[in-house]
Protein backbone atom coordinates (compact mmCIF):
# COMPACT_ATOMS: atom_id res chain seq x y z
CA UNK A 1 0.00 0.00 0.00
CA UNK A 2 2.73 2.22 0.92
CA UNK A 3 4.23 1.44 -2.66
CA UNK A 4 0.82 2.63 -4.31
CA UNK A 5 0.65 6.26 -2.39
CA UNK A 6 4.23 6.91 -3.34
CA UNK A 7 3.18 6.33 -6.80
CA UNK A 8 -0.13 7.81 -6.93
CA UNK A 9 0.48 10.45 -4.34
CA UNK A 10 -3.57 11.19 -4.60
CA UNK A 11 -4.76 7.83 -4.26
CA UNK A 12 -6.99 7.37 -7.64
CA UNK A 13 -7.07 3.39 -8.64
CA UNK A 14 -6.03 2.00 -12.19
CA UNK A 15 -9.84 2.10 -13.19
CA UNK A 16 -10.21 5.83 -13.25
CA UNK A 17 -6.93 6.41 -14.47
CA UNK A 18 -8.26 3.75 -17.53
CA UNK A 19 -11.11 6.37 -17.71
CA UNK A 20 -8.97 9.52 -18.34
CA UNK A 21 -6.98 7.63 -20.73
CA UNK A 22 -10.23 6.51 -22.92
CA UNK A 23 -12.23 9.81 -22.58
CA UNK A 24 -9.35 12.25 -23.08
CA UNK A 25 -8.08 10.12 -26.15
CA UNK A 26 -10.91 10.25 -27.66
CA UNK A 27 -12.07 13.87 -27.15
CA UNK A 28 -9.34 15.18 -27.12
CA UNK A 29 -9.81 17.94 -24.38
CA UNK A 30 -12.39 17.86 -21.06
CA UNK A 31 -13.62 18.49 -17.91
CA UNK A 32 -13.46 16.44 -14.78
CA UNK A 33 -17.28 16.23 -14.64
CA UNK A 34 -17.23 14.98 -18.65
CA UNK A 35 -14.94 12.01 -18.00
CA UNK A 36 -16.88 11.35 -14.43
CA UNK A 37 -20.33 10.91 -16.72
CA UNK A 38 -18.52 9.08 -19.84
CA UNK A 39 -16.43 6.79 -17.38
CA UNK A 40 -18.19 6.46 -14.47
CA UNK A 41 -22.13 7.39 -14.64
CA UNK A 42 -22.96 5.27 -11.43
CA UNK A 43 -21.27 7.97 -9.33
CA UNK A 44 -24.14 11.06 -10.39
CA UNK A 45 -26.68 8.78 -8.79
CA UNK A 46 -24.77 7.72 -5.61
CA UNK A 47 -23.80 11.68 -4.92
CA UNK A 48 -26.94 13.16 -6.04
CA UNK A 49 -28.13 13.62 -2.12
CA UNK A 50 -25.94 16.34 -1.43
CA UNK A 51 -27.38 19.80 -0.65
CA UNK A 52 -26.17 22.18 -3.40
CA UNK A 53 -24.90 21.42 -6.69
CA UNK A 54 -21.70 22.40 -6.24
CA UNK A 55 -20.93 19.54 -3.30
CA UNK A 56 -22.80 16.87 -5.82
CA UNK A 57 -20.22 17.73 -8.48
CA UNK A 58 -17.28 17.93 -6.13
CA UNK A 59 -18.19 14.71 -4.95
CA UNK A 60 -18.97 12.87 -7.83
CA UNK A 61 -15.63 13.64 -9.90
CA UNK A 62 -13.31 13.33 -6.57
CA UNK A 63 -12.41 10.46 -7.87
CA UNK A 64 -11.45 11.37 -11.48
CA UNK A 65 -9.81 14.34 -10.16
CA UNK A 66 -7.53 12.43 -7.96
CA UNK A 67 -6.42 10.10 -11.23
CA UNK A 68 -5.92 13.43 -12.95
CA UNK A 69 -3.84 14.41 -10.21
CA UNK A 70 -1.26 11.52 -10.55
CA UNK A 71 -1.73 11.22 -14.11
CA UNK A 72 -0.31 14.95 -14.41
CA UNK A 73 3.07 13.54 -12.11
CA UNK A 74 3.47 11.01 -14.45
CA UNK A 75 3.30 13.20 -17.56
CA UNK A 76 0.45 11.69 -18.87
CA UNK A 77 -1.89 14.45 -18.55
CA UNK A 78 -1.95 18.58 -18.09
CA UNK A 79 -4.46 21.48 -17.44
CA UNK A 80 -5.58 22.88 -21.01
CA UNK A 81 -7.29 26.38 -19.24
CA UNK A 82 -11.18 26.20 -18.23
CA UNK A 83 -14.23 26.86 -19.71
CA UNK A 84 -16.48 29.58 -19.36
CA UNK A 85 -18.55 28.31 -16.64
CA UNK A 86 -15.23 27.93 -14.81
CA UNK A 87 -14.41 24.45 -14.98
CA UNK A 88 -10.97 23.11 -15.83
CA UNK A 89 -9.95 21.62 -18.93
CA UNK A 90 -7.91 18.81 -19.01
CA UNK A 91 -5.71 17.16 -21.95
CA UNK A 92 -3.32 14.53 -22.47
CA UNK A 93 0.08 14.54 -23.57
CA UNK A 94 1.83 12.91 -26.72
CA UNK A 95 2.80 9.91 -23.91
CA UNK A 96 -0.78 10.48 -22.70
CA UNK A 97 -2.08 9.99 -25.88
CA UNK A 98 0.42 6.88 -26.24
CA UNK A 99 -0.93 5.30 -23.34
CA UNK A 100 -4.36 6.15 -24.09
CA UNK A 101 -4.27 4.71 -27.82
CA UNK A 102 -3.69 1.14 -25.81
CA UNK A 103 -6.54 1.94 -23.83
CA UNK A 104 -8.92 2.70 -26.85
CA UNK A 105 -6.77 0.07 -29.00
CA UNK A 106 -6.19 2.52 -31.87
CA UNK A 107 -3.06 3.15 -33.89
CA UNK A 108 -1.00 5.64 -32.47
CA UNK A 109 -0.83 7.49 -35.90
CA UNK A 110 -4.69 7.80 -35.85
CA UNK A 111 -4.77 9.43 -32.24
CA UNK A 112 -4.97 13.10 -33.46
CA UNK A 113 -3.10 16.12 -31.59
CA UNK A 114 -3.24 17.08 -27.83
CA UNK A 115 -5.26 20.02 -27.63
CA UNK A 116 -2.95 22.19 -26.25
CA UNK A 117 -4.28 26.06 -26.07
CA UNK A 118 -8.08 24.49 -26.70
CA UNK A 119 -9.21 26.56 -23.60
CA UNK A 120 -7.75 29.84 -24.56
CA UNK A 121 -11.02 30.86 -25.59
CA UNK A 122 -13.36 29.26 -23.46
CA UNK A 123 -13.56 25.90 -25.62
CA UNK A 124 -17.29 26.13 -26.36
CA UNK A 125 -17.08 24.33 -29.36
CA UNK A 126 -15.32 21.34 -27.81
CA UNK A 127 -17.43 21.29 -24.82
CA UNK A 128 -20.74 21.42 -27.70
CA UNK A 129 -18.87 18.28 -29.16
CA UNK A 130 -18.25 16.57 -25.84
CA UNK A 131 -22.15 17.58 -24.94
CA UNK A 132 -22.96 15.44 -28.06
CA UNK A 133 -21.26 13.03 -27.43
CA UNK A 134 -22.70 12.05 -24.02
CA UNK A 135 -25.84 12.99 -25.66
CA UNK A 136 -25.29 10.39 -28.69
CA UNK A 137 -23.60 7.55 -25.92
CA UNK A 138 -26.02 8.02 -22.80
CA UNK A 139 -23.84 6.26 -20.75
CA UNK A 140 -25.21 3.66 -18.10
CA UNK A 141 -24.62 2.97 -14.46
CA UNK A 142 -23.03 -0.11 -13.76
CA UNK A 143 -25.82 -1.30 -11.31
CA UNK A 144 -23.15 -3.57 -9.92
CA UNK A 145 -21.41 -0.44 -7.92
CA UNK A 146 -24.60 0.20 -6.39
CA UNK A 147 -25.76 -2.62 -4.49
CA UNK A 148 -24.57 -0.72 -1.06
CA UNK A 149 -26.03 2.32 -2.11
CA UNK A 150 -30.06 3.13 -0.54
CA UNK A 151 -32.98 1.92 -2.63
CA UNK A 152 -33.77 5.33 -4.06
CA UNK A 153 -29.99 5.35 -5.71
CA UNK A 154 -30.80 2.21 -7.16
CA UNK A 155 -34.18 3.02 -7.80
CA UNK A 156 -32.84 6.41 -10.07
CA UNK A 157 -30.37 4.56 -11.31
CA UNK A 158 -32.31 1.57 -12.46
CA UNK A 159 -34.46 3.69 -14.39
CA UNK A 160 -31.43 5.36 -16.41
CA UNK A 161 -30.36 1.67 -16.85
CA UNK A 162 -34.22 1.33 -18.82
CA UNK A 163 -33.84 4.08 -20.87
CA UNK A 164 -33.56 4.19 -24.24
CA UNK A 165 -29.98 3.01 -25.35
CA UNK A 166 -27.51 5.08 -26.88
CA UNK A 167 -24.62 3.87 -29.79
CA UNK A 168 -21.12 2.32 -29.34
CA UNK A 169 -19.24 3.22 -26.14
CA UNK A 170 -16.43 5.91 -26.17
CA UNK A 171 -13.86 3.79 -28.28
CA UNK A 172 -16.55 4.26 -31.42
CA UNK A 173 -15.61 8.16 -31.11
CA UNK A 174 -12.98 10.25 -32.70
CA UNK A 175 -12.76 13.90 -32.96
CA UNK A 176 -11.00 16.34 -34.69
CA UNK A 177 -10.57 14.06 -38.47
CA UNK A 178 -9.10 15.61 -41.07
CA UNK A 179 -11.10 14.00 -44.03
CA UNK A 180 -8.12 15.70 -46.84
CA UNK A 181 -9.43 16.68 -50.30
CA UNK A 182 -5.94 16.78 -51.31
CA UNK A 183 -2.59 15.42 -49.86
CA UNK A 184 -2.42 12.25 -47.14
CA UNK A 185 -4.30 11.52 -43.65
CA UNK A 186 -1.20 12.55 -41.81
CA UNK A 187 -0.45 15.46 -43.82
CA UNK A 188 -3.37 17.03 -45.04
CA UNK A 189 -3.61 19.38 -47.79
CA UNK A 190 -5.69 22.38 -48.77
CA UNK A 191 -9.85 22.19 -49.35
CA UNK A 192 -10.58 19.59 -47.54
CA UNK A 193 -12.80 19.37 -43.89
CA UNK A 194 -12.02 18.20 -40.54
CA UNK A 195 -15.22 16.01 -39.01
CA UNK A 196 -15.94 17.13 -35.30
CA UNK A 197 -16.60 13.54 -34.79
CA UNK A 198 -16.55 10.11 -36.21
CA UNK A 199 -18.88 7.49 -35.36
CA UNK A 200 -18.38 3.95 -36.33
CA UNK A 201 -20.45 1.69 -34.24
CA UNK A 202 -21.45 -1.14 -36.84
CA UNK A 203 -22.78 -3.01 -34.09
CA UNK A 204 -25.55 -0.77 -33.35
CA UNK A 205 -26.54 -0.08 -37.35
CA UNK A 206 -24.25 2.98 -37.62
CA UNK A 207 -21.26 1.37 -39.53
CA UNK A 208 -20.32 5.58 -40.32
CA UNK A 209 -21.20 8.66 -39.09
CA UNK A 210 -20.16 11.98 -39.41
CA UNK A 211 -21.02 14.56 -37.03
CA UNK A 212 -20.33 18.66 -37.29
CA UNK A 213 -21.43 20.85 -34.23
CA UNK A 214 -22.59 24.28 -34.93
CA UNK A 215 -23.13 26.55 -31.72
CA UNK A 216 -25.60 28.41 -34.16
CA UNK A 217 -22.48 31.33 -35.14
CA UNK A 218 -22.26 29.66 -38.87
CA UNK A 219 -24.82 30.97 -41.73
CA UNK A 220 -26.24 28.28 -44.14
CA UNK A 221 -23.54 29.64 -46.80
CA UNK A 222 -20.71 28.55 -44.72
CA UNK A 223 -22.06 25.13 -43.59
CA UNK A 224 -22.80 24.60 -47.55
CA UNK A 225 -19.22 25.53 -47.76
CA UNK A 226 -18.28 22.86 -45.33
CA UNK A 227 -20.55 20.29 -46.86
CA UNK A 228 -19.23 20.68 -50.19
CA UNK A 229 -16.08 20.16 -48.73
CA UNK A 230 -17.35 16.99 -47.46
CA UNK A 231 -18.46 16.00 -51.09
CA UNK A 232 -15.13 16.80 -52.72
CA UNK A 233 -13.67 14.33 -49.99
CA UNK A 234 -16.40 11.38 -50.58
CA UNK A 235 -15.41 11.30 -54.81
CA UNK A 236 -11.87 11.52 -54.06
CA UNK A 237 -9.99 7.94 -54.72
CA UNK A 238 -6.54 6.85 -54.37
CA UNK A 239 -4.81 3.22 -55.07
CA UNK A 240 -5.61 0.91 -52.17
CA UNK A 241 -3.09 -2.06 -50.99
CA UNK A 242 -4.14 -4.17 -54.00
CA UNK A 243 -3.80 -1.86 -56.60
CA UNK A 244 -7.56 -1.25 -57.28
CA UNK A 245 -9.33 2.57 -57.08
CA UNK A 246 -11.51 3.13 -54.18
CA UNK A 247 -12.77 5.87 -52.43
CA UNK A 248 -9.89 7.33 -49.78
CA UNK A 249 -12.99 7.27 -47.14
CA UNK A 250 -13.21 2.83 -47.75
CA UNK A 251 -9.27 2.29 -47.49
CA UNK A 252 -9.65 3.77 -43.22
CA UNK A 253 -13.42 2.65 -42.21
CA UNK A 254 -15.74 -0.44 -42.99
CA UNK A 255 -18.78 -0.17 -44.64
CA UNK A 256 -20.75 -2.52 -46.23
CA UNK A 257 -20.94 -1.77 -50.19
CA UNK A 258 -24.08 -0.38 -51.48
CA UNK A 259 -26.98 -1.78 -54.41
CA UNK A 260 -26.07 -1.64 -57.30
CA UNK A 261 -27.18 1.96 -58.41
CA UNK A 262 -28.07 3.24 -55.37
CA UNK A 263 -24.88 3.37 -53.60
CA UNK A 264 -24.95 6.80 -50.95
CA UNK A 265 -21.99 8.64 -49.23
CA UNK A 266 -21.84 8.10 -45.71
CA UNK A 267 -24.30 10.60 -43.88
CA UNK A 268 -23.42 13.77 -42.07
CA UNK A 269 -25.46 14.76 -39.23
CA UNK A 270 -25.72 18.60 -38.05
CA UNK A 271 -25.98 19.08 -34.15
CA UNK A 272 -27.08 22.47 -33.43
CA UNK A 273 -26.58 24.05 -30.51
CA UNK A 274 -28.69 27.22 -29.70
CA UNK A 275 -26.09 29.40 -28.08
CA UNK A 276 -25.57 31.32 -30.85
CA UNK A 277 -27.69 34.39 -32.45
CA UNK A 278 -28.46 32.50 -35.82
CA UNK A 279 -31.70 30.24 -35.69
CA UNK A 280 -31.66 26.84 -37.04
CA UNK A 281 -35.09 27.40 -37.89
CA UNK A 282 -34.30 29.77 -40.36
CA UNK A 283 -31.12 28.31 -41.49
CA UNK A 284 -31.82 24.80 -41.88
CA UNK A 285 -34.56 25.38 -45.19
CA UNK A 286 -31.57 27.67 -46.82
CA UNK A 287 -29.19 25.09 -46.12
CA UNK A 288 -31.49 22.77 -47.72
CA UNK A 289 -31.73 24.58 -51.06
CA UNK A 290 -27.97 25.39 -51.09
CA UNK A 291 -27.30 21.66 -50.72
CA UNK A 292 -30.00 20.11 -52.70
CA UNK A 293 -27.36 18.86 -55.86
CA UNK A 294 -25.83 17.11 -52.43
CA UNK A 295 -28.44 14.93 -51.08
CA UNK A 296 -31.87 14.96 -53.65
CA UNK A 297 -32.25 11.30 -54.79
CA UNK A 298 -34.45 9.91 -57.60
CA UNK A 299 -38.01 8.94 -56.95
CA UNK A 300 -38.80 5.79 -58.14
CA UNK A 301 -42.11 4.33 -58.89
CA UNK A 302 -42.53 2.32 -55.67
CA UNK A 303 -42.44 5.63 -53.53
CA UNK A 304 -38.95 5.63 -52.37
CA UNK A 305 -35.99 7.68 -53.81
CA UNK A 306 -32.61 6.08 -54.69
CA UNK A 307 -29.24 8.07 -53.31
CA UNK A 308 -26.94 6.82 -55.95
CA UNK A 309 -23.52 9.05 -54.87
CA UNK A 310 -25.83 11.02 -52.84
CA UNK A 311 -24.86 12.86 -49.04
CA UNK A 312 -27.98 12.00 -46.35
CA UNK A 313 -27.88 15.17 -44.50
CA UNK A 314 -29.63 14.96 -40.81
CA UNK A 315 -30.21 17.95 -38.68
CA UNK A 316 -30.95 17.58 -35.29
CA UNK A 317 -30.91 20.07 -32.36
CA UNK A 318 -28.66 19.51 -29.39
CA UNK A 319 -31.33 20.16 -26.48
CA UNK A 320 -33.48 17.06 -28.69
CA UNK A 321 -30.69 14.78 -28.71
CA UNK A 322 -30.16 14.85 -25.11
CA UNK A 323 -33.78 14.48 -23.91
CA UNK A 324 -34.60 11.07 -26.42
CA UNK A 325 -31.23 10.06 -27.70
CA UNK A 326 -30.57 8.37 -30.91
CA UNK A 327 -33.74 6.47 -30.68
CA UNK A 328 -36.21 9.34 -30.26
CA UNK A 329 -37.90 10.36 -32.99
CA UNK A 330 -36.52 13.77 -33.28
CA UNK A 331 -33.92 13.68 -36.15
CA UNK A 332 -34.90 15.29 -39.76
CA UNK A 333 -33.44 14.72 -42.67
CA UNK A 334 -32.82 16.99 -46.06
CA UNK A 335 -35.82 16.41 -48.71
CA UNK A 336 -38.07 13.72 -45.93
CA UNK A 337 -41.20 15.11 -44.39
CA UNK A 338 -41.29 14.19 -40.46
CA UNK A 339 -38.97 13.71 -37.67
CA UNK A 340 -37.57 10.20 -37.90
CA UNK A 341 -35.25 7.88 -35.46
CA UNK A 342 -31.54 8.41 -36.41
CA UNK A 343 -31.52 5.02 -37.63
CA UNK A 344 -34.33 5.78 -40.44
CA UNK A 345 -32.89 9.00 -40.85
CA UNK A 346 -29.81 7.76 -42.28
CA UNK A 347 -31.34 4.63 -43.78
CA UNK A 348 -33.75 3.92 -46.87
CA UNK A 349 -37.37 2.41 -44.69
CA UNK A 350 -39.35 3.25 -47.82
CA UNK A 351 -36.68 1.19 -49.66
CA UNK A 352 -36.70 -1.65 -47.45
CA UNK A 353 -40.16 -1.29 -47.35
CA UNK A 354 -40.47 -1.73 -51.64
CA UNK A 355 -38.07 -4.16 -51.35
CA UNK A 356 -39.75 -6.06 -48.77
CA UNK A 357 -43.27 -5.79 -50.71
CA UNK A 358 -41.67 -7.04 -53.94
CA UNK A 359 -40.25 -10.22 -51.76
CA UNK A 360 -43.71 -10.86 -50.62
CA UNK A 361 -45.11 -10.40 -54.56
CA UNK A 362 -42.63 -12.19 -55.85
CA UNK A 363 -43.12 -15.35 -53.47
CA UNK A 364 -46.68 -14.58 -53.69
CA UNK A 365 -45.82 -15.20 -57.60
CA UNK A 366 -43.87 -18.11 -57.22
CA UNK A 367 -46.80 -19.80 -54.70
CA UNK A 368 -49.13 -19.04 -57.43
CA UNK A 369 -47.32 -20.62 -60.36
CA UNK A 370 -45.99 -23.55 -58.57
CA UNK A 371 -50.05 -23.95 -57.60
CA UNK A 372 -50.81 -23.80 -61.48
CA UNK A 373 -48.26 -26.36 -61.86
CA UNK A 374 -49.53 -28.52 -59.81
CA UNK A 375 -53.21 -28.14 -60.77
CA UNK A 376 -51.90 -28.45 -64.60
CA UNK A 377 -49.80 -31.90 -63.85
CA UNK A 378 -53.02 -32.62 -61.66
CA UNK A 379 -55.16 -32.59 -64.61
CA UNK A 380 -52.39 -34.15 -67.35
CA UNK A 381 -52.70 -36.78 -64.70
CA UNK A 382 -56.74 -37.39 -64.96
CA UNK A 383 -56.65 -36.92 -68.61
CA UNK A 384 -54.14 -39.78 -68.90
CA UNK A 385 -56.15 -42.45 -66.16
CA UNK A 386 -59.35 -42.02 -67.94
CA UNK A 387 -57.85 -42.30 -71.50
CA UNK A 388 -56.24 -45.42 -69.97
CA UNK A 389 -59.86 -46.80 -68.73
CA UNK A 390 -61.06 -45.90 -71.76
CA UNK A 391 -58.88 -48.55 -73.50
CA UNK A 392 -58.83 -51.28 -70.16
CA UNK A 393 -60.26 -54.59 -72.25
CA UNK A 394 -63.83 -55.95 -70.89
CA UNK A 395 -64.59 -59.61 -70.21
CA UNK A 396 -66.68 -61.12 -72.75
CA UNK A 397 -68.11 -64.11 -70.67
CA UNK A 398 -69.48 -61.73 -68.10
CA UNK A 399 -68.80 -57.63 -69.06
CA UNK A 400 -66.36 -56.78 -65.96
CA UNK A 401 -63.83 -54.77 -66.81
CA UNK A 402 -60.10 -56.64 -65.96
CA UNK A 403 -58.01 -55.67 -63.48
CA UNK A 404 -54.29 -54.17 -63.47
CA UNK A 405 -53.02 -57.41 -62.99
CA UNK A 406 -55.18 -59.01 -65.27
CA UNK A 407 -54.76 -56.63 -67.94
CA UNK A 408 -50.85 -56.90 -67.79
CA UNK A 409 -50.99 -60.66 -68.08
CA UNK A 410 -52.75 -60.53 -71.40
CA UNK A 411 -50.61 -58.07 -72.70
CA UNK A 412 -48.56 -59.66 -75.78
CA UNK A 413 -45.35 -60.31 -76.27
CA UNK A 414 -42.56 -59.22 -77.61
CA UNK A 415 -43.34 -61.60 -80.80
CA UNK A 416 -47.29 -59.76 -81.21
CA UNK A 417 -49.20 -62.80 -79.53
CA UNK A 418 -50.36 -63.33 -75.76
CA UNK A 419 -48.73 -66.42 -73.86
CA UNK A 420 -52.44 -66.34 -72.23
CA UNK A 421 -55.19 -69.07 -73.11
CA UNK A 422 -58.04 -66.83 -72.21
CA UNK A 423 -57.00 -63.27 -72.89
CA UNK A 424 -60.40 -62.04 -73.49
CA UNK A 425 -61.58 -63.39 -70.00
CA UNK A 426 -61.37 -62.30 -66.97
CA UNK A 427 -59.61 -64.29 -63.83
CA UNK A 428 -63.15 -65.67 -62.66
CA UNK A 429 -64.58 -66.53 -66.30
CA UNK A 430 -60.59 -68.06 -67.14
CA UNK A 431 -61.05 -70.28 -64.24
CA UNK A 432 -64.90 -71.32 -65.56
CA UNK A 433 -63.58 -72.24 -68.77
CA UNK A 434 -60.44 -74.34 -67.74
CA UNK A 435 -62.20 -76.24 -65.10
CA UNK A 436 -64.75 -77.08 -68.08
CA UNK A 437 -61.88 -77.67 -70.89
CA UNK A 438 -60.14 -80.21 -68.56
CA UNK A 439 -61.85 -83.38 -68.38
CA UNK A 440 -62.23 -83.30 -72.28
CA UNK A 441 -58.47 -82.67 -72.48
CA UNK A 442 -57.76 -85.56 -70.02
CA UNK A 443 -60.41 -87.73 -72.13
CA UNK A 444 -58.48 -86.91 -75.23
CA UNK A 445 -54.52 -87.68 -73.98
CA UNK A 446 -56.07 -90.85 -72.87
CA UNK A 447 -57.37 -91.92 -75.86
CA UNK A 448 -53.99 -90.97 -77.80
CA UNK A 449 -51.38 -93.58 -78.89
CA UNK A 450 -48.22 -94.00 -76.79
CA UNK A 451 -45.92 -94.70 -79.26
CA UNK A 452 -43.37 -96.61 -77.45
CA UNK A 453 -40.91 -96.75 -80.87
CA UNK A 454 -40.86 -92.94 -81.20
CA UNK A 455 -37.37 -91.43 -79.93
CA UNK A 456 -36.01 -88.49 -79.54
CA UNK A 457 -36.51 -87.27 -83.09
CA UNK A 458 -40.28 -87.76 -82.67
CA UNK A 459 -41.73 -84.57 -83.09
CA UNK A 460 -44.41 -82.74 -85.35
CA UNK A 461 -47.49 -84.27 -84.09
CA UNK A 462 -50.83 -84.25 -85.74
CA UNK A 463 -53.28 -82.12 -83.70
CA UNK A 464 -55.63 -84.49 -83.47
CA UNK A 465 -56.99 -87.56 -84.39
CA UNK A 466 -57.32 -88.30 -88.23
CA UNK A 467 -60.91 -88.73 -90.41
CA UNK A 468 -60.98 -91.56 -93.13
CA UNK A 469 -61.03 -89.29 -95.90
CA UNK A 470 -63.02 -92.10 -97.77
CA UNK A 471 -66.12 -92.43 -95.12
CA UNK A 472 -65.27 -89.64 -92.11
CA UNK A 473 -64.93 -92.33 -89.44
CA UNK A 474 -62.20 -91.57 -86.88
CA UNK A 475 -59.27 -93.69 -86.79
CA UNK A 476 -58.92 -96.10 -83.81
CA UNK A 477 -55.96 -96.22 -82.10
CA UNK A 478 -54.51 -99.38 -83.83
CA UNK A 479 -55.33 -97.28 -86.89
CA UNK A 480 -54.04 -94.30 -86.08
CA UNK A 481 -50.97 -95.56 -84.46
CA UNK A 482 -50.18 -97.79 -87.75
CA UNK A 483 -50.45 -94.80 -90.19
CA UNK A 484 -48.25 -91.92 -88.12
CA UNK A 485 -45.11 -91.32 -88.77
CA UNK A 486 -42.14 -91.72 -87.07
CA UNK A 487 -39.57 -88.54 -87.13
CA UNK A 488 -38.33 -88.41 -90.72
CA UNK A 489 -39.95 -91.48 -91.73
CA UNK A 490 -43.07 -91.89 -93.71
CA UNK A 491 -45.70 -94.00 -92.61
CA UNK A 492 -45.41 -97.88 -93.89
CA UNK A 493 -49.13 -98.00 -94.49
CA UNK A 494 -49.93 -97.89 -97.94
CA UNK A 495 -53.10 -96.05 -97.23
CA UNK A 496 -52.60 -93.56 -94.38
CA UNK A 497 -55.41 -91.80 -95.43
CA UNK A 498 -58.18 -94.53 -94.86
CA UNK A 499 -59.48 -96.22 -91.54
CA UNK A 500 -58.77 -99.69 -91.28
CA UNK A 501 -62.08 -100.40 -92.93
CA UNK A 502 -61.88 -98.52 -95.94
CA UNK A 503 -58.11 -99.87 -96.52
CA UNK A 504 -58.88 -103.81 -96.51
CA UNK A 505 -62.29 -102.78 -98.67
CA UNK A 506 -59.70 -101.48 -101.45
CA UNK A 507 -57.30 -104.20 -101.13
CA UNK A 508 -60.21 -106.70 -101.49
CA UNK A 509 -61.26 -104.79 -104.51
CA UNK A 510 -57.62 -104.77 -105.91
CA UNK A 511 -57.50 -108.39 -105.91
CA UNK A 512 -60.49 -108.64 -107.54
CA UNK A 513 -59.83 -106.73 -110.17
CA UNK A 514 -55.80 -107.95 -111.02
CA UNK A 515 -55.76 -111.06 -109.13
CA UNK A 516 -53.55 -110.42 -106.39
CA UNK A 517 -53.58 -108.59 -103.75
CA UNK A 518 -50.76 -105.68 -102.91
CA UNK A 519 -50.55 -107.62 -99.50
CA UNK A 520 -50.01 -110.63 -101.25
CA UNK A 521 -47.19 -109.43 -103.42
CA UNK A 522 -45.50 -107.71 -100.93
CA UNK A 523 -45.16 -111.32 -99.43
CA UNK A 524 -44.10 -113.37 -102.81
CA UNK A 525 -41.43 -110.61 -103.10
CA UNK A 526 -40.00 -111.26 -99.68
CA UNK A 527 -40.40 -115.33 -100.14
CA UNK A 528 -38.52 -115.67 -103.68
CA UNK A 529 -35.09 -116.60 -103.46
CA UNK A 530 -32.13 -114.76 -103.77
CA UNK A 531 -30.31 -115.11 -107.25
CA UNK A 532 -26.87 -116.36 -107.58
CA UNK A 533 -23.97 -114.03 -108.49
CA UNK A 534 -22.89 -114.73 -111.84
CA UNK A 535 -19.16 -115.76 -112.11
CA UNK A 536 -17.24 -113.22 -115.02
CA UNK A 537 -15.15 -115.42 -117.01
CA UNK A 538 -12.69 -114.23 -119.48
CA UNK A 539 -9.65 -111.67 -119.69
CA UNK A 540 -12.14 -109.17 -117.54
CA UNK A 541 -12.95 -111.56 -114.62
CA UNK A 542 -8.72 -111.77 -114.28
CA UNK A 543 -8.37 -107.93 -114.52
CA UNK A 544 -10.75 -107.82 -111.61
CA UNK A 545 -8.98 -110.34 -109.66
Known sequence: MAGKRKNNPAGSTNTYRGDVLRVLGALKVATTDQIQRIGAPHLTFRHADKETPSKRKQARTASHTAALSDMRGHGLSENGGSTGTGDALRNLTPKGLLAASYELNRPAGEMGSTARGAGSSGASHPMAVNETVIAMLRPKPNMVRLVKDLPHVQAAAQAAVDSPDGIGTIASYWTEVPLPATGTWNAPGKGGAQADIVLTAPQDGVPLLFIEVDNCHETAEELADKLEKYARFFKRKVKDTDGKERPMWRTRWTVPEGRYGDAPHPPVLLVFNRIGERNPSLTVPRLMELTRHLWQGQRQRGGHHLYDRKIPIIAVGLNQLRQHGPAGPVFARFGRSGPQTLLDAIGNPRREAADAREQEEAKASAAAYQ??????????????????????????????????????????????????????????????????????????????????????????????????????????????????????????????????????????????????????????????????????????SRLRR
Request: proline share 7%; aromatic share 6%; glycine share 6%.
Open 371 to 540: AEVRRAAQEHDAKKASEREARRPVCTGCGAKFTDARWQAVQPTDWGATKDSHPHLCDACKQKASAAVSPAADTQERQEPVRGEAGSDDFWPAPERPVCTECGAAFTDERWKATKSVGWTASVARNPSLCGDCDQQFESDLARTWGVSPRQEDRDQEQEPAVPEQKATGWL
